[in-house]
């Protein structure tokens, strides 16, 4: 199964001292949690991120790729 991205654009935020102002969004997630994960969760998430500094656990290309817990709602996420 190909696995396709959707990219939003966001209010800027501002992470490791970087203006995030899009996001892209893999679809995967969709396989084995689309029953509690939305994109717009996934957007809700990004947005706590601002301010933070976090270092990326993988860096592709012109991509960073972080790893990091993001509460919302008392919940706590795994946000990838």
């Known amino acids: 199964m190909e696995s396709k991205q959707q990219r939003y654009d ?5 992470v490791n001292g970087i203006k995030v102002s899009h996001v892209v969004i893999d679809q995967h997630y969709q396989e084995k949690h689309s029953d509690h994960m939305t994109d717009e969760l996934i957007l809700k998430l990004v947005q706590e ?3 933070r500094i976090e270092l990326p656990d993988t860096v592709s290309g012109k991509f960073s790729y972080f790893v990091t817990l993001v509460e919302v709602d008392e919940k706590q996420y795994r946000l990838i």
């Open 10 to 14: 966001i209010n800027p935020i501002t």
């Open 49 to 51: 991120l601002d301010g």
